[in-house]
């Protein structure tokens, strides 16, 4: 099973310059859930923050969310 992030939407970048993104969390291409990224509102843009991890009910329980959070980590960087 390959699990990937895909895009949903273009980054959104506020007027303090906080940057965030939501992504499609597939897995073979179906998407399974969500998660979202934003740079940290206290430590700055060289900090990233998960603020949203979804996986749907059926596909809980396998390491989606575990490889979602890691493959987020590297977009992060």
């Given at each position: ?24 969390v597939c897995v073979n291409s179906r998407p399974v ?16 923050r998960l603020h949203d991890l979804r996986i749907a ?21």
């Open positions: 099973m390959t699990t990937t992030l895909r895009p949903t939407g273009p980054l959104q970048q506020g007027a303090d310059g906080a940057k965030a993104r939501t992504y499609d859930g969500s998660i979202g990224l934003a740079t940290h509102e206290v430590f700055g843009p060289r900090v990233c009910e059926p596909d809980r329980g396998r390491g989606r969310g575990t490889v979602a959070a890691l493959a987020a980590e590297e977009v992060a960087r």
